[in-house]
């Protein structure tokens, strides 16, 4: 079994930065991709931005130039630095895995909200 625990979240002024974490623990052997995804409300969960095993990522257009995703395959660990944030960036963000069988995992979320 895998679990995946984010934190990082909160409150900050439009122009602001925040640094979310996604720790995997249990089975880890077999991750593959890693992504955050987000929901706001009353909208569809949209991918946000993933990572490979071997480190090929890809951003949603909104976040290209302002979010950086990473991974730290010893401590188990995805990253989202975001920077630049924007009141329509406010949403609750997900963390997900995929692993080499195909299992996806997902974390209970974290809210970010950024005021104007």
Do not use: H
């Amino acid at each position: 079994q895998v679990q995946l625990v984010e934190s990082g979240g909160g409150l900050v002024q439009a122009g602001g930065s925040l640094r979310l974490s996604c720790a995997v623990s249990g089975s880890t052997f077999s991750i593959n991709n890693m992504g955050w995804y987000r929901q706001a409300p009353g909208k569809q969960r949209e991918l946000v931005a993933d990572i490979s095993s071997g480190g090929n990522t890809y951003y949603a257009d909104s976040v290209k130039g302002r979010f950086i995703i990473s991974r730290d395959n010893g401590k188990n660990t995805v990253y989202l630095q975001m920077n630049s944030l924007k009141p329509e960036d406010t949403a609750a963000y997900y963390c997900k895995l995929v692993t080499r069988t195909g299992n996806v995992f997902w974390g209970q979320g974290t809210q970010v909200t950024v005021s104007s």
